[in-house]
């Protein structure tokens, strides 16, 4: 019995998964629940497993392939089947079941016409770009505008190569005009290509990593994200000498429980307060609608650099935790995220982000906004420096901070209100500690 394993929807709004590596292969014979692939959806790596047992008999497609949700993944013959087979494998005469065929993705050169925004389409008029020979790298095969750039680049560097081998070759007398004889190009011909042989040097100098996996999607999300959202970006700095004494205070107390106290409990703590003013930050913007969904429930995303990429894992209900509990929950979902270990449902759901760049980043940045969110708040470098406290010049540990937003939703006033909210609590972080447990 053949049986084909098509992907499940295993996560919140998933269309499509990429295969980012294969564990079996055609002819491998598995057992019900062996992992069989890694996808890769728009939040996670998935590992998938065959809910049968039996002979690997198809595959979706090559790693790096896309499969749609309710597209075969795989197809097994069935252990019965296989056991049939065996014990029949003397007849010369036997029954096969019809197999199932997977159709490999046809390359996109076959496409009679090409998916693009009619503002992509425009520009490629304007660019003078034949846009049903472009590869569209946007969502469906759609062609955006970075793909219209690429293809000018990438036709302009071939041209370019071409005219100076031309030029070379000229020189030397492989393209004789004339008179010339094919004797003296075919004698010089060798000295020539060997000098354009080395322009070929110059490209050997590179190295091209497909973008894929998880950093395919991150791209994915910036991109979307820029072009939807029109960012504002809102910069600041608050004086957190106090919290500074804070934390060393607690961290020391913590330490005996084996719990890493950091900044960013406090950082989440004053956000979720701030959030709890102005709720049209903790929102979203129901496009199709044209509704904005105040969101009651406080999940904060925490923006995690790891090896593979960046990745957000969802603090839920934040507003209702302590200091002591966020960092434990925060150190749980660092662990996670840097083995790759992050279940669908920790990195799904958040309604405002924060990202930490840390002691090692700089004095400011303008964070990206985690779309669909409309706010992303950035919390960056503690450095000690002089300031004007009074009439005195004193030296104060002092920690830059940026907020971005969409100016969809929210206006510059509104913006500048809760950065100094959140400044508020972080100068005066013992009001913070009053639900410490």
Not at 105 to 121: D, F, G, L, M, T
Not at 168 to 178: D, H, I, Q
Not at 414 to 432: C, Q, S
């Amino acid at each position: 019995m053949i049986y084909e394993f098509k992907l499940p929807d295993i996560g919140e709004g998933l269309h499509e998964a990429e295969i980012i590596r294969w564990l079996v292969r055609e002819g491998d014979i598995v057992k019900a629940d062996q992992p069989i692939a890694e996808i890769q959806t728009d939040k996670a790596m998935v590992e998938m497993t065959t809910p049968v047992a039996g002979k690997v008999v198809a595959l979706a497609g090559p790693e790096g392939a896309t499969v749609k949700v309710g597209e075969s993944l795989i197809v097994v013959e069935t252990e019965a089947s296989v056991a049939a087979e065996a014990a029949s494998a003397d007849d010369s005469v036997r029954e096969v079941a019809p197999a199932v065929h997977i159709e490999a993705p046809r390359p996109a050169a076959v496409r009679k016409r090409a998916i693009a925004a009619p503002s992509v389409r425009k520009r490629a008029r304007e660019m003078g770009v034949p846009i049903d020979e472009v590869e569209g790298t946007g969502e469906g095969g759609r062609v955006t505008l970075a793909d219209l750039e690429r293809y000018v680049r990438e036709r302009e560097a071939a041209a370019s190569v071409s005219e100076v081998a031309r030029r070379e070759a000229n020189e030397a007398g492989v393209l004789p005009t004339g008179s010339a004889s094919a004797a003296r190009g075919r004698q010089e011909s060798i000295a020539a290509w060997t000098s354009i042989a080395s322009l070929d040097a110059v490209f050997e100098e590179e190295e091209r990593i497909p973008l894929r996996g998880l950093r395919k999607k991150i791209a994915e999300k910036m991109v979307k994200s820029m072009y939807t959202a029109p960012h504002v970006t809102g910069m600041d700095e608050v004086d957190v000498t106090k919290l500074v004494e804070i934390r060393k205070h607690l961290a020391n107390q913590l330490a005996e429980e084996r719990i890493k106290l950091t900044y960013l409990p406090f950082i989440i703590k004053a956000v979720t307060r701030a959030l709890k003013q102005y709720p049209m930050f903790n929102a979203s913007l129901d496009e199709e609608t044209n509704e904005i969904v105040l969101k009651k429930r406080y999940h904060i995303g925490i923006a995690t650099a790891t090896k593979a990429g960046l990745v957000v894992p969802v603090i839920r209900d934040a507003d209702q935790k302590s200091i002591r509990e966020l960092a434990i929950e925060i150190a749980e979902l660092s662990e996670k995220a840097h083995r790759q270990t992050l279940r669908l449902e920790e990195l799904q759901g958040s309604t405002f982000t924060i990202t930490s760049t840390g002691a090692g980043g700089g004095w400011f940045a303008t964070p990206i906004i985690n779309y669909p969110e409309v706010a992303i708040f950035g919390a960056h470098a503690i450095k000690r420096r002089p300031v004007v406290v009074g009439d005195e010049i004193v030296i104060r540990d002092m920690m830059g901070m940026s907020l971005t937003f969409d100016h969809r939703v929210i206006d510059g006033e509104p913006a500048g209100r809760f950065m100094r909210t959140v400044a508020y609590y972080l100068e005066n972080p013992e009001v913070l500690l009053l639900d410490v447990r």
